[in-house]
């Protein structure tokens, strides 16, 4: 056997890998036990829950948020993998990506209720930020890379904040965005 369950929720045998939350429970508070590595694919897409919690030991995200229910994250300071989609209309309103992060991947924030976002050292990729519409300010800190395209139809982002490494390559902001010189 290459699974166990925990208060009904499926992981791997040693427990690093968190595959599928319980459908049916009525809490709408998750902490994921710590030793937790991994976080499967659309794993909370029919529950109730509301605020997820995340070990450190948490290094991977996969598509668990994509079109959920959950307003209330904290990324994990250990974070290395974000996969894309893995936010995409999530609703949680504000976010902030540590420094091991090393890529955005496209469509990351599709569609998100993001207010705000900050990012501490990573490659932005193309449509990573696409029709965020809640989306007023940017936090770009360490070696950031916001690639062409990155920020895509942006209509309320009014306000970046970039450190002297940050990288904002030409046609970062695509459509939509309130952004002016001056």
């Given at each position: 056997?290459?699974y166990?369950t ?5 992981y ?14 009525t809490e709408?508070?998750f ?5 937790v ?19 450190q ?7 668990a ?5 959950v ?9 290395t993998?974000?996969a ?7 609703r ?7 420094a ?9 924030f ?10 501490n ?19 770009l ?24 490494e940050?990288v904002i390559?030409e046609?970062a902001?695509?459509?939509?965005h309130?952004m002016?010189?001056?």
């Amino acid at each position: 056997q290459n699974y166990k369950t925990v208060d009904g929720n499926l992981y791997t045998i040693d427990g690093k890998t968190l595959i599928e939350y319980a459908c049916g429970k009525t809490e709408t508070s998750f902490v994921i036990p710590e030793g937790v590595k991994e976080i499967g694919a659309n794993i909370f897409s029919e529950s109730a829950v509301k605020e997820v919690v995340f070990p450190q030991s948490c290094t991977s995200i996969n598509t668990a948020f994509a079109w959920t229910k959950v307003e209330k994250v904290n990324i994990p300071k250990n974070l290395t993998y974000l996969a894309g989609t893995a936010f995409a209309q999530s609703r949680f309103e504000s976010v902030n990506l540590p420094a091991t992060l090393d890529t955005l991947e496209t469509y990351t924030f599709l569609q998100a209720g993001l207010a705000s976002a900050t990012i501490n050292g990573s490659d932005v990729k193309s449509d990573a930020f696409n029709n965020c519409h809640s989306l007023k300010t940017l936090n770009l800190y360490g070696d950031t890379v916001i690639r062409a395209g990155a920020i895509n139809n942006c209509i309320s982002l009014n306000k970046i904040i970039a450190g002297p490494e940050v990288v904002i390559e030409e046609g970062a902001f695509v459509e939509g965005h309130q952004m002016s010189n001056g």
